[in-house]
């Protein structure tokens, strides 16, 4: 037991911190006949709602005489020992002990026996309780921890820096607890799921939510969603479709300074969506780094970007209409220029390609930078015994943005 009288107080405070508050029976009021399932102080849009709907109709927790819940009042460790009494059904693993400030007749005393005996709380040295105690969160959180024996899987300190902002003020005692308690989807946070206020006094509200979901954690109940349950993946809301009309224009670039291809042959390309396609509200409907797959053609005696598909950044395809301006800038390659001043940085069509080696008389264009990679060689001779080659130029991040031909529905 826990009832050393030669206990420094450090330890008084580890032991008092295996008990936890939660709010229970309106404060020592005898509870109502029939269970409660709604209060007029608990709007259903209420963070807790759920929670506390779901317990009060189990009988765990109940309400005040004149029909109201008082979510926001504190707890007291006689209220939670009430409350975990109810909640569990779990078997003894120590004798019952008799605390100098808990009389047979105080209105909890059974429910504090059960809850020490059951290991779910203990108590001060001096054999005492402290039943009217305000409880902290953090130690409705160690209580149901040890009192469900969790356990941890991860890195303590790596699972509390992950979730809390406020880590730091986790008192050492209580950091495996809670690392615990949170990796077990204990830990009901409002109205800042990164914050956990360990040291806060903990609301009715509070500890209705924490034994709601510790109740679920050993299958006693049904997953409720909500976005203060620490560490519970969003649930996302059904996916709409946004229709970016035809006529928007949608900035690109290319990892090259220049392409150059013949006016007449159609070369592979993708391009990178420049910046952010967003809403007037700011929603990103294209993030910046999609990818734009589609080609050069000929097109009206230059070259046109025509865009088949658009690869979001998680993968996702969507068959695109889109089409960049048409380019008509010509750029001459002349017999005797070196060859690899004309290909620097640059992306060349497997036919501008053999055109440049023809001429230029250089067979060791790099494939890498010839667009599609194959062909040059079979190429050359439709060029063989010029002097020069016309080529079409076109700056990839000026020349090739992007309009939409038709409308394209994203989610």
């Known amino acids: 037991m826990f009832h050393s009288h030669n206990l420094r107080s450090s330890t008084a405070l580890l032991v008092a911190l295996g008990l936890t508050g939660v ?42 005489p004149d029909g109201s819940f008082r979510p926001d009042e504190p707890v007291t460790r006689a209220q939670f020992a009430a409350m975990v009494s109810k909640a569990f059904n779990r078997t003894t693993i120590r004798q019952s002990s008799s605390f100098v400030d808990v009389s047979s007749s105080y209105w909890a005393a059974t429910a504090i026996q059960e809850a020490y005996t059951t290991g ?4 001060y040295p001096g054999f005492r309780f402290n039943p009217e105690q305000n409880i902290p969160r953090v130690q409705v959180l160690v209580s149901l921890s040890n009192g469900l024996n ?36 204990l830990v009901v946070s409002y109205p800042n799921v990164r914050f956990l206020n360990p040291n806060q006094t903990a609301t009715r509200a509070d500890v209705a939510a924490f034994i709601y979901q510790a109740l679920n954690s050993v299958g006693q109940a049904n997953a409720i969603t909500s976005p203060y349950i620490v560490g519970q993946a ?20 290319y990892d090259k300074e220049k392409i150059l291809v ?90 501008a390609a ?3 080696a023809a001429v230029t008389g250089d067979r060791a264009i790099a494939t890498e930078e010839v667009l599609g990679g194959a062909g040059v060689g079979t190429l050359i001779g439709l060029f063989l015994g010029r002097d ?5 130029s076109i700056n990839p991040n000026t020349d090739l943005n992007l309009t939409l031909n038709s409308d394209l529905l994203v989610n």
Do not use: C, H
């Open 234 to 253: 969003p649930t996302s809301p059904p996916q709409t479709q946004v229709r970016i009309p035809a006529g928007t224009v949608i900035p690109v670039r």
């Open 150 to 185: 969790y356990t941890t899987s991860s890195a303590i300190e790596t699972t509390l820096q992950q979730y809390y902002q406020d880590a730091a003020t986790i008192p050492d005692y209580a950091r495996t607890s809670v690392a615990a308690a949170t990796e077990n989807r």
């Open 388 to 392: 020069r080659v016309t080529l079409i």
């Open 23 to 64: 709010a229970i029976a309106p404060v020592v009021s005898p509870a109502p006949a029939a269970a409660q399932a709604s209060f007029y102080d608990v709007p259903s849009n209420y963070w807790a709602q759920e929670f506390i709907r779901e317990l009060a109709s189990r009988d765990i927790i109940k309400g005040f």
């Open 262 to 351: 013949s006016k007449d042959e159609t070369a592979p390309v993708t391009l990178i969506v420049a910046q952010n396609l967003v809403t007037s509200q700011g929603t990103v409907l294209i993030p910046a780094g999609s990818q734009v797959v589609g080609e050069l053609r000929p097109a009206q005696g230059g070259s046109q970007f025509v865009a088949k598909e658009l690869v979001l950044p998680n993968n996702r395809r969507l068959s695109m209409s889109a089409s960049s301006a048409v380019v008509t800038r010509t750029e001459n390659i002349d017999k005797g220029i070196n060859a690899g001043s004309v290909i620097q940085n640059a992306a060349i069509g497997a036919a």
């Open 354 to 356: 053999a055109g440049i």
């Open 120 to 123: 779910f709380m203990a108590g």
